[in-house]
């Protein structure tokens, strides 16, 4: 059964009473939450907090402000399986300058119920500076996303799929937000990412 993102916070009493952030810390607590009658709950919650981690890293890297409750979706098949829905709704990534964006799922507490004001920076920084090593880790192996090689690649899916030529302005236009972006990892995390890509 398809899930929307939010459903996780929600039980039959309604919503759980100690979440109310649309966050990482709070996903985790309601993921727990929600499959504690499980035998293998703890096993279920790593491998889908693993790919939300890899969602969040996603949606820092290309500045995606857009990942709210109903932009992503946990899957409870018949069999017991629980999983995380491939990413979509990315059309917003690359939208604004790297230190202008607001992420739509942080890492922690904004300063609203379920609308957070943190920048894509704060995001950043907080979560090098509270995340296990391994999930630090992630960030730096996910860089490739920002390579020229992945931007061709991308742009070739496209036309592929649309079975057309993109023009040549957008791709200059997308081309430059890579380079925007790439930029800005290299000085934010203090890689030469040109190199390590």
């Known amino acids: 059964m398809p899930l929307s993102g939010g459903i996780c916070f929600f039980t039959k009493d309604g919503i759980l009473p100690f979440v ?58 018949p069999s017991g399986k629980v999983d995380l829905q491939p990413l979509f709704d990315n059309a917003r990534a690359f939208f604004n300058f790297p230190y202008l964006t607001k992420l739509g799922l942080p890492i922690s507490k904004g300063e609203s119920d379920f609308q957070p004001i943190i920048t894509l920076e704060e995001n950043l920084y907080l979560f090098l500076k509270v995340s296990s090593k391994e999930f630090v880790h992630r960030i730096y192996d996910s860089l490739w996303v920002l390579s020229e090689k992945n931007d061709i690649n991308i742009i070739e899916r496209i036309e592929r799929k649309v079975k057309g030529p993109i023009p040549n302005e957008i791709k200059s236009i997308y081309k430059i937000k890579w380079e925007t972006y790439l930029d800005y990892f290299q000085e934010e995390l203090n890689v030469d990412l040109k190199k390590n890509i």
């Open 20 to 77: 109310k952030y649309h966050n990482l810390e709070d996903i985790w607590i309601a993921l727990e939450k929600r499959y504690e009658k499980r035998e293998n709950r703890d096993e279920i919650v790593k491998k889908l907090m693993e790919k939300i981690v890899d969602m969040f890293i996603f949606d820092i890297l290309t500045g995606n402000p857009d990942r709210h409750m109903d932009n992503w979706i946990i899957v409870e098949y």
